[in-house]
């Protein structure tokens, strides 16, 4: 199993920024890796959607709402990945979630959340 813990979620007015940290750990990771890392957000009444993810290799994807104003970056020896955030605007708001994926055998995890808020 592995567990993910988010960090680094908050309120922050329109324009501002925010950094999101996501940390996994596990016994599995000492013989396998995390073959793609990402976020999801949801926002309230809508559906958990793609933010950004990032292969174990640096290859990363954005959502075109995204792309420009926030950055995915990882860590290897850390198993961990971040989203710098930038020009947050309110459509931004929602809970993020981290997600890790195991190519073979294949298993996915999910984080717990954290709020971001974005106040205009």
């Known amino acids: 199993q592995v567990q993910l813990v988010e960090s680094g979620g908050g309120l922050v007015q329109s324009g501002g920024s925010l950094r999101l940290a996501c940390e996994a750990s596990?016994?599995?990771?000492?013989?396998?890796?995390?073959?793609?890392m990402g976020w999801y957000r949801q926002a309230p009444g809508k559906q958990r959607e793609l933010v950004a993810d990032i292969t174990y290799g640096g290859s990363t994807n954005y959502a075109d709402s995204v792309k420009g104003r926030f950055t995915i970056s990882r860590d290897n020896a850390k198993n961990t990945v971040y989203l710098q955030m930038n020009s947050l605007k309110p459509e931004d708001t929602a809970v993020y979630y981290c997600n890790a994926v195991i190519v073979r055998p294949t298993s996915d995890y999910w984080g717990q959340g954290t709020q971001v808020t974005v106040s205009s």
């Open positions: 596990g016994r599995i990771l000492r013989i396998l890796r995390l073959d793609r």
